[in-house]
């Protein structure tokens, strides 16, 4: 089995001044939140082998809530990540089949979208992911990444 565990940031700061939408922080309701995230994570999933995150500020800031709850994680940032299609999320996934559990932390509409298309096999159909929310997949070991071949077995959101 491979687990794919989606993780989207949680609430951030509205944009300030030359702020670019990259650099904005998490409120602090989203610090409380990322952190609640890490705590439902901690008591949930093991750690996973690899965390592909977006750049951005408030990406990185959850996951280094989600850290202070489990500890020190294999974190990559991942350019790809930060506004990508669902076909680029996939791909990027896809190229991650290597490890058996990947966390992937992003930007919706980008994961809702996901979730959906892995489990549900359509994304007009996605239900939506609410700042710091944890979709969890599991996929046969040798399925391809492809629309329809995921079971959602976890949904959590603070």
């Given at each position: 089995m491979f687990e794919l565990v989606l993780i989207r940031h949680a609430h951030a700061k509205s944009a300030e001044g030359d702020e670019t939408d990259m650099e904005r922080a998490l409120s602090n309701p989203g610090q409380v939140e990322a952190w609640t995230t890490g705590a439902w994570?901690?008591?949930?999933?093991?750690?996973?082998?690899?965390?592909?995150?977006?750049?951005?500020r408030r990406t990185r800031e959850?996951?280094?809530?989600?850290?202070?709850?489990?500890g020190p994680l294999p974190?990559?940032?991942?350019?790809?990540?930060?506004?990508?299609?669902?076909?680029?999320?996939?791909t990027?996934?896809?190229?991650?089949?290597?490890?058996?559990?990947?966390?992937?932390?992003?930007h919706n509409p980008?994961?809702?979208?996901?979730?959906?298309l892995l489990s549900e096999g359509r994304t007009g159909d996605y239900r939506g992911m609410s700042p710091g929310s944890v979709a969890v997949l599991h996929f046969p070991k040798d399925a391809a990444i492809e629309p329809g071949v995921a079971t959602l077995v976890d949904f959590w959101s603070p």
């Open positions: 994570l901690h008591a949930r999933r093991s750690p996973p082998e690899r965390v592909l995150c977006s750049p951005a959850t996951m280094e809530a989600i850290m202070r709850s489990m974190m990559r940032l991942e350019p790809s990540i930060y506004e990508a299609s669902t076909g680029e999320l996939i990027l996934v896809d190229g991650n089949r290597d490890a058996d559990a990947v966390w992937l932390v992003g980008g994961l809702e979208q996901l979730v959906a």
